[in-house]
Structure formats: structure tokens, C-alpha cells
T-cell receptor, first 112, second 116 residues
């Protein structure tokens, strides 16, 4: 059974550019969430999607957005990149609410 | 708002010994879930163990067990017979059981080193 797949694994972008990260959940999982992990702020919740609807959003500026497609795959987009957006972005999916997420290996974004 | 605190930034243990990682949380809710996740250098977060707050019995998964003290809002992880492969960052996480969300609130993590 395939796990949660995140692409790309690594990304280097320049300040001011925009970026799109992709997440394919485990087959059958309809809940997908995104987290940002940095040494300074730790793991912070970005947003959560269920059946193509954003169910919850963390405290991030509007430059951070996401969406979920009918096949449950999700993308997150960051526009006008800043140096502080450099982080590991983790995606997770869940089959049964409350059981716990399965995480992907993340996308390491470096903004220069 | 709920918070999760891990007061031990780093811990170390000898192979085959037992180690306990601490976690406390703050919430006004009575129903919630608690988790321990492991993050090895490969970066992928791996679910180690979960606990439902309404269950009195402490969860156990092979060498991993928890000591869940609901009144004290404490949720420690005990790793028995430690192995080199247990070396990783360990995160404690909280999830509300109310509201339509799977959002996790994480602690700052504990780095566990295992020495041969």
C-alpha cells in the first residue's frame, strides 16, 4: 500500500517567486493536512482539507493557500516567497478521524 | 487554546535500557486524543502510539507504552529495551475530539540519542 507522496522532495526558490507543492494521500484517505516545520517555530498547522473543502486554517498570511482535488490529492501554494518561508512542509492524510495521520516525507523548501 | 509542552529538548539512553519522555498539555476540553510521533533523519513523521482521553487504560504498542494522567494533563512515553533505531526526534501531539477537524497541536520535540 503506497504511503503519502510529496513532490518535489527538495526545492530552491528565489525571494518573490511563487511555489506549488503537491501531496498525494494514501488511497481512500479523504482528509489531508499541511504543516510547516522550522527550527524556530516547530511544527505549525497550515490548513486541512476534506472532500475538496477547506475545513480549518492555521495562522498564516494569505500568501499561503491550498486546495484539494476530487481524487483527494492536494496542493499548497506560497506566493511572493520570503526568506522566512524556508522550511520543511509536511503533508498528512487520515482515513478515520481521530486515529492519527500518516505523514509524507515532506518537501524541503529553501528560499534564497 | 490548547498547548503541548515537552520540557526535555534532549534525552539519551543506553541500548537495551528504558527511557521515559515527558509531555504535558493544557486544555479545557474533556474529550481529545493524544499521540506520540517519531521523526528520524529521513524526516517522515511516524505514528508511535495514540491514546483516547476517555479511555482509562494506558496504550501500549510493543516496546512503547504511555503513562496517561488525565487529571495532571500528563502523557509520557516509555520506551523499553531501547534500540539504535529508536534514535530520532519524538513529538507529542494533541487533537481535539470536538469540532470537525483533524488538526494536531505539537510540542517542540525531544531528541533521543541511543548509545550502544
Amino acid at each position: 500500500k503506497a504511503g503519502v507522496t510529496q513532490t518535489p522532495r527538495y526545492l530552491i526558490k528565489t525571494r518573490g517567486q511563487q511555489v506549488t507543492l503537491s501531496c498525494s494521500p494514501i488511497s481512500g484517505h479523504r482528509s489531508v493536512s499541511w504543516y510547516q516545520q522550522t527550527p524556530g517555530q516547530g511544527l505549525q498547522f497550515l490548513f486541512e482539507y476534506f472532500s475538496e473543502t477547506q475545513r480549518n486554517k492555521g495562522n498564516f498570511p494569505g500568501r499561503f493557500s491550498g486546495r484539494q482535488f476530487s481524487n483527494s490529492r492536494s496542493e499548497m501554494n506560497v506566493s511572493t516567497l520570503e526568506l522566512g518561508d524556508s522550511a520543511l512542509y509536511l503533508c498528512a492524510s487520515s482515513l478515520v478521524t481521530g486515529y492519527g495521520y500518516t505523514f509524507g516525507s515532506g518537501t524541503r523548501l529553501t528560499v534564497v | 487554546a490548547q498547548t503541548v509542552t515537552q520540557s526535555q529538548p534532549e534525552m539519551s539512553v543506553q541500548e537495551a535500557e528504558t527511557v521515559t519522555l515527558s509531555c504535558t498539555y493544557d486544555t479545557s476540553e474533556s474529550d481529545y486524543y493524544l499521540f506520540w510521533y517519531k521523526q528520524p533523519p529521513s524526516r517522515q513523521m511516524i505514528l508511535v502510539i495514540r491514546q483516547e482521553a476517555y479511555k482509562q487504560q494506558n496504550a501500549t504498542e510493543n516496546r512503547f507504552s504511555v503513562n496517561f494522567q488525565k487529571a495532571a494533563k500528563s502523557f509520557s512515553l516509555k520506551i523499553s529495551d531501547s534500540q539504535l533505531g529508536d534514535a530520532a526526534m519524538y513529538f507529542c501531539a494533541y487533537r481535539s475530539a470536538t469540532g470537525n477537524t483533524d488538526k494536531l497541536i505539537f510540542g517542540t520535540g525531544t531528541r533521543l540519542q541511543v548509545f550502544p
